[in-house]
């Protein structure tokens, strides 16, 4: 799929050329350095030696006017957490229908959440990037079509927009496959406000890497609890909803994500956060506190009894670990300072802590560079 | 003492009118159209052409000091978060951030040149070949 992507990226870029039509290039970038408090507790993915290759990327993108009403947009993103191995984020073709509507053919961001649009785009907004806390999909781009438009009653601008489509993905170790992702988002811009709220679904397969337990669950009178801990074609729903209010001084963002992973290890999860920020000539300063809340499903887990068999309780004691470790409510707190010391560069400190019940409150502290090129 | 007191509040008066003064004299910005335009867009409607918002006229942008005093007081931005707004849009395709051009006089012709443009120069640069739709 990515191979046929580039394939079509290429020979988009090959037309436009021939076709004479000018090609715009663009791009950003955050080179980010972290360091964890603490040596024995990894936070945002740092330790307490300080890093500056896994929050660094940087990204190009291409977009041509092919005229009547076609757009051409590719976006190429380079991650230091993946070897700086660029991959395509967007690559799609847009229609304009009329000036309020407009179709986009493949690929594109989900839009998940309130930033979801330019997760990337540091220098769009105060943080480093979006917390990682709140913003937990472990993807952020489809393949697909979608359906944008947007108009204007009396004062506000409203912006409708549909998409369908699937997406592969490896997190870590472990590969997912995301089939008919249906995503609905309405946002309204209001002078200095914007409300925004979207409802995703899709279907969802993946390789946990717990095999074995499921495999032991099957073999005994309980295979529903194997089945509960596997990711197999299992639903995801989740709603988000959001507001910013930025009238370039003070800044509020709220969000709160309630979703859920039908019957499945990964369960509900209901982040939420509430962000303020001030700004005092180039420099802003913005402070942010939220929750990260997790719940594995073990409705049937809960229905097998103690005591049957060694051998049950051993396989009831393993997953009832891997229960607990996906159950926990973690809140966190940032505060930090954004400073534009050049036009197009901006410099960022954040100070993180997240409180990880047992291992206690830990915290790390990020610096980056960010620009808009 | 309270003489002294007046002395200040008088000081204070004086200096702040001075820079009120010397503000306005820096430069004023013309916000130009095409001479045969039809749109007569007031200041809230310029900012939302130039935020993209409203497709109603095609938008030029300017470098320097001019663009500075236009960005704050028709966008109600500081440059930076006009670039910031527009990278937002612009990475997203959410659109495309106004043409810069490169002096009142590439302004000037442009505007001329297109019915449909619209952009903004240093009032003492206005000459005959555009509107003037208003001044700051």
Redesign the interface.
Known sequence: MKKQLIAVAVSLLGVTHSANAEINFSGFGSVVGGIATDDEVTVRGYTDDIEFKQGSFFALQAYSDLTDGLTATVQVRARGSDDWEPEFTWAYLSYELDSNWRIQAGRQRIPLYLYSDYLDVSYAYHWISPPSEVYKAPFDSIDGIASIHNFTVGDANLDLRLYYGQEDFEAGANSYEINNIISAVASVNYGWWTFRSSYTQFEITGELGLGPLVDAWSATPFPQVGSDLDVNEDDYSGLEVGVIFDNQDWLFVAEYIPSSLDNGLIGDYTPWMVSVGKRFGSAQIHATVGEDKVEAYDESFKQVPLGASAELDALIGATQTVIDNNTYTRPFYSVGVRWDFHPSVALKVEYTNVDFEGAGNQGVIQTALVTVF | MKQRLMLNKLTLVLVTAMMTISTSVVADVAVVVNSSSAEMPDQSKVAQIFLG???SLTPFMQKGAVAEEFIDKVL??????Y???W??L?????G?PPKELGSDAEVLSTVSGSADAIGFVDAAAVNDSVKVLFTL
């Open positions: 918002k409203d497709k109600s931005r500081n440059a930076s978060q670039k910031a707004y990278a937002k612009a990475f997203t395709g959410g495309r």
